[in-house]
């Protein structure tokens, strides 16, 4: 079989199992974000970007792509998820283009296979995020400006376009095309920085009207808000298994660093992982000289500073599912790897570490196919449990956000279940009494208790409900509650 086709046959493999993952997991409950992704796709057109600018600290370009997808294939679980198939996919096919022409097409085939055997990566391809876009135009992004530092103009056009949806995407955007103007004076200098200072600011320009509402979010601390966790020790060892192979095997940190691993656990079940991406480091910068500083500067860089903002915030100010901007780079960096010669002794220790890396990641992935809700919360469950026992003269109290899993799993409820009020201040907390001292009224009194409404605040809540009324029932959906209250005899 030749090289060609070879690569060609590992981008065919790897698009079938994104689509065979998307059916797999596809149908499973939404999570917060996709939810809140679908509420603003759900919005008239003229007021998405009102809506956007209100509530999140990110651009709008992934709500719009969403809007104009949903509109052609509907708004179910598979259908809101397919489109991020689609970027995946997009992005094994650039990654393979890049490598080949780089690296050759062993390298492409490699860099296919490494980054689809990547479950944090195959778990962002079948959600409803912007993660996959954001790899995309990062991908995307990386490539241009690569091709605009070896001269070729018609690439100027593709990286102002790739860097204006790069800052479209995502608020980390400006950090990524940042790392990207680094790697264009480490590699050019002066000149390099003059190649590239065109498109970017081209894309700097075409991304002002957006600019006042980044800041506004920055300076109200959208970006750590307060019901992000602790910052624990061992973040960098989180970020490293999920980039390297999930996270969720044996207790290891998850999507959002639910670590109940030791830290000597975790620290040894990385070692694998960082032998592999150094040996791949290593064999890019061997390979291509340009191509091993972009994977250090568009990698690294940005890593380095998240994870120092969440040190200097004490705070996860990065999640690990963040970092899966990083996984197309890094599977270059693989790719390299693959189709560079190494010594005996260094090459039996990748097999080795490389093994291990594969076998964590299928543990990875079998603990996701079975628990694929884990820490995201059942919506889906959830609702055809209240919808089972609700009865019409029943009372809903739902914190604001999670009222948009029973919006989409519940739409009976829709403008019927009582949203409690912003529940971070004080007087958002004294009108979310007032609302449950109305609420007490009732007879039943259902309180769905979810993301993020403070443990504090649904404790007032409880102990303010329990005055008049006593628990009848109780369940959990992977830390989503529903509890019914129910008057007792002879309260006022």
Do not use: N
Not at 2 to 14: D, H, P, T, Y
Not at 323 to 351: E, I, M, N, Q
Not at 447 to 453: I, L, S, T, W
């Amino acid at each position: 079989m030749s090289s060609v086709e070879e690569s060609k046959r590992a981008l065919i493999l790897a698009g079938l199992l994104v689509a065979g993952v998307w059916g797999v997991l596809g149908a499973r409950s939404l999570w917060f974000d996709e939810l809140f992704a679908w509420k603003v796709a759900s919005q008239p057109w003229r007021e998405v970007v009102r809506y956007v600018q209100d509530h999140d600290a990110h651009p709008p370009l992934y709500y719009a792509l969403l809007k104009a997808w949903k509109s052609l294939f509907g708004d179910s679980e598979r259908a809101l998820r397919a489109l991020s198939a689609v970027l995946a996919v997009l992005s094994l096919a650039v990654l393979r283009a890049v490598a080949r022409v780089r690296v050759g097409e062993r390298a492409g085939a490699v860099g296919v296979l490494a980054l689809v055997a990547s479950p944090l990566f195959l778990q962002v391809s079948v959600e409803a995020t912007r993660s996959a876009l954001l790899a995309l135009t990062y991908l995307l992004a990386a490539r241009a400006t690569l091709q605009v530092l070896e001269g070729r103009r018609s690439a100027r056009l593709q990286l102002a376009l790739a860097a204006t949806a790069l800052l479209y995407t995502h608020a980390l955007g400006a950090v990524l095309a940042g790392s990207l103007v680094l790697f264009s004076a480490w590699q050019g200098r002066l000149s390099g920085l003059r190649s590239v200072a065109g498109p970017l600011a081209v894309s700097a320009l075409a991304f002002v009207p957006w600019l006042p509402v980044l800041l506004h979010h920055l300076q109200a601390g959208r970006f750590d808000p307060p019901w992000r966790p602790a910052l624990p020790p061992t973040l960098p060892l989180q970020v490293v298994h999920v980039v390297g192979f999930g996270g969720r095997t044996l207790g290891t940190a998850g999507y959002f660093s639910l670590s109940s691993a030791p830290a000597w656990l975790e620290g040894v079940l990385a070692v694998p992982v960082l032998v592999v991406l150094a040996a791949a480091f290593s064999a890019t910068w061997k390979r291509d000289r340009a191509l091993g500083r972009l994977a250090a500067c568009a990698v690294l860089v940005p890593a380095a500073l998240l994870l120092a903002a969440s040190v200097w915030k004490q705070s996860m100010v990065a999640y690990p599912r963040y970092f899966a901007f990083t996984l197309p780079l890094l599977a270059l960096c693989v790719g390299s790897l693959g189709a560079t010669p190494l010594t005996r002794g260094w090459r039996a220790t990748v097999v080795v570490c490389g093994a291990a890396v594969v076998g964590l990641a299928l543990a990875s992935l079998a603990s996701l196919a079975a628990k694929p809700t884990e820490g995201e919360g059942d919506r889906r469950a959830l609702a055809a449990e209240l919808t089972r026992r609700l009865r019409p003269v029943d009372v809903v109290l739902v914190s604001r956000w999670e009222s948009v899993g029973l919006d989409y799993y519940v739409p009976a409820l829709r403008g019927v279940a009582v949203r409690l009020a912003s529940e971070w201040t004080a007087e958002g907390l004294a009108e979310v009494r007032t609302q449950v001292h109305e609420a007490s009224a009732a007879g039943r009194v259902w309180v769905v208790q979810g993301f993020p409404f403070p443990p504090g605040a649904f404790e007032a809540v409880y102990r303010q409900l329990a005055a008049t009324h006593r628990v009848s029932y109780f369940g959990e959906f992977d830390g989503v509650r529903l509890t019914l209250f129910v008057r007792r005899s002879g309260s006022p």
